[in-house]
């Protein structure tokens, strides 16, 4: 089956412990991004890759960093997180970058 | 300025009515494209239809079309025959080049919630 998976699905933690939020796909998708959804704000985008070793800055990229050492993984990291990244995120990916995004599930985190 | 604008917070329709969503984007590419997508309360996110900047024809897809104005600059979703498992969130959403780079970016609005009546 043709999917994005996200791990974890719910994480709550504390402020400073480094974290790690895994992606994968399975549809040797060329273009993956990570979102963040807050109530009132709809979906920003924190990074994208257009392809291995090649990510970028999205609208909200602080506090954040990527790799994209395969085509089919892109995890993100919060080296300190902070109480203002509790959020919805949402790793996508699609076959080019005028295509549809697939999303994975969801990962609800919460930094006390 | 909001490169992706969605005016309605919330909408109500009777169930078997048509609706429309509406979505006004800001974009100096000629080439990008404009996506609609469904979120339920059980938070995935559903693809719904996309419309490309050169596609001359407004895109539809089963119950859903897109009432693409490229100069109005302007698409709003339409929703026919409105169902009651069509209470949702629906984000519009835009790739473009962004600010000038040579990357593509997807930007969301905000958000329209649905409230389909029995």
């Known amino acids: 089956e043709a999917q994005v998976t996200q791990n974890p699905r719910y994480l709550i933690t504390v402020t400073g412990k480094k974290l790690t939020v895994t992606c994968s796909q399975n549809m040797n998708h060329e273009y993956m991004s990570w979102y963040r959804q807050d109530p009132g704000l709809g979906l920003r985008q924190i990074y994208y890759?257009?392809?291995?070793?090649?990510?970028d800055k999205g609208d909200v990229p602080e506090g954040y960093k990527v790799s994209r050492k395969e085509k089919r993984n892109f995890p993100l990291i919060l080296e300190s997180p902070s109480p203002n990244q509790t959020s919805l995120y949402f790793c996508?990916?699609?076959?080019?970058?005028?295509?549809?995004?697939?999303f994975g599930p969801g990962t609800r985190l919460t930094v006390t | 300025a909001q490169k992706i604008t969605q005016t309605q917070p919330g909408m109500f329709v009777q169930e078997k009515e048509a609706v429309t969503l509406d979505c006004t984007y800001d974009?100096?590419?000629?080439?990008?494209?404009l996506f609609w997508y469904k979120q339920p309360s059980s938070g995935e996110m559903i693809f719904l239809i996309y419309q490309g900047s050169y596609d001359e024809q407004n895109a539809t897809e089963g119950r859903y079309s897109l009432n693409f104005q490229k100069a109005r600059k302007s698409a709003n979703l339409v929703i026919s025959a409105s169902q009651l498992g069509d209470s949702a969130m629906y984000f519009c959403a835009m790739r473009d080049t962004g600010s000038g780079g040579s990357n593509y970016k997807l930007t969301f609005g905000k958000g329209t919630l649905l409230t389909v009546n029995p």
């Open positions: 974009t100096s590419d000629q080439s990008y494209g």
């Open positions: 890759s257009m392809n291995v070793e090649v990510t």
């Open positions: 996508a990916s699609s076959f080019t970058t005028s295509g549809e995004q697939y």
